[in-house]
Nanobody
Framework: VQLQASGGGLVQAGDSLRLSCAAS????????MGWFRQAPGKEREFVAAISWSGAITKYADSVKGRFTISRDNAKSTVFLQMNSLKPEDTAVYYC?????????????????WGQGTQVTVSS
């Protein structure tokens, strides 16, 4: 089972990026999915989550209105559209597959994790 995150990069404040997380080895179409991030010297924090159908989403307050999580179950892929990026969004972003059908903001609810993709936002 593998979650492959991609799409990170170096951008300027105000720019956009779209992260992708492709699952292989098993299907996660019945599982909630989430994105977390970890900045240097900080703990990993919740960013966004989505239910198995995509009908329910939740966001950290720090990204609400700027980030959008979505999924394509036919392609076993989850996306994180990040707009109006800020320097404080700089972190390694991880996607994760949850134990339940509804995404959670609690990392312990996730049992599969991707390797992470670096997002760097310059001011």
């Amino acid at each position: 089972v593998q979650l492959q995150a991609s799409g990170g990069g170096l951008v300027q404040a105000g720019d956009s990026l779209r992260l992708s997380c492709a699952a292989s080895g098993r299907r996660f179409s019945n599982n909630g999915m989430g994105w977390f991030r970890q900045a240097p010297g900080k703990e990993r924090e919740f960013v966004a989550a989505i239910s198995w159908s995509g009908a329910i989403t939740k966001y950290a307050d720090s990204v609400k209105g700027r980030f959008t999580i979505s999924r394509d179950n036919a392609k076993s892929t989850v996306f994180l559209q990040m707009n109006s990026l800020k320097p404080e969004d700089t972190a390694v972003y991880y996607c994760a597959a949850g134990r339940r059908a509804v995404g959670s903001d609690w990392s312990n609810e996730y049992n599969y994790w991707g390797q992470g993709t670096q997002v760097t936002v310059s001011s």
